[in-house]
């Protein structure tokens, strides 16, 4: 995709750790009055099993499809402005994995799309999670 939404004003899924300031300066608006920012970080536990770690891996597809995700939701919400980055490679815990936010004339407006982003994201985008655990197992989330 080629021609993107001016609303869309950062896309992007990178091998290196994400930053909270530099999604914060891509939605950087006066007009804004909220802007709402959800960061998803590795978590020591899931299902009752200690975490040691997680590997994201993508599939080609998706930045085109997290592209698309962004486009959607700056179209169906009033928003002034759609920013999302994931992370792929082995990451830790604490380290984030996605970070989204929407900025929107008022926060109600900024709130429920950034819902509809991170939703989307997670339900369509082809990346997928191999969690390792603490007692040697391991598993793939996500996974077609």
Do not use: N
Not at 9 to 15: A, H, M, S, T, W
Not at 108 to 113: D, I, K, M, R
């Amino acid at each position: 995709m080629t021609d993107s939404s001016p609303l869309v004003r950062l896309v992007d899924i990178r091998d290196s750790a994400l930053d909270v300031a530099e999604v914060l300066e891509a939605l950087a608006d006066v007009a804004a009055g909220g802007l709402t920012l959800f960061v998803g970080k590795v978590r020591d536990h899931d299902g009752g099993k200690g975490v040691a770690g997680l590997d994201y891996s993508a599939h080609p597809s998706a930045m085109e499809r997290l592209r698309e995700v962004c486009e959607s939701v700056a179209a169906r919400y009033d928003v002034r402005g759609v920013a999302a980055v994931h992370r792929v490679g082995s990451l830790d815990l604490g380290d984030a994995a996605v970070i989204v936010a929407t900025a929107a004339d008022h926060r109600g407006q900024a709130f429920e799309a950034s819902r509809a982003l991170i939703d989307d994201l997670k339900a369509t985008v082809p990346i997928w999670k191999h969690q390792r655990f603490t007692d040697g197992d391991e598993e793939w989330v996500g996974t077609p």
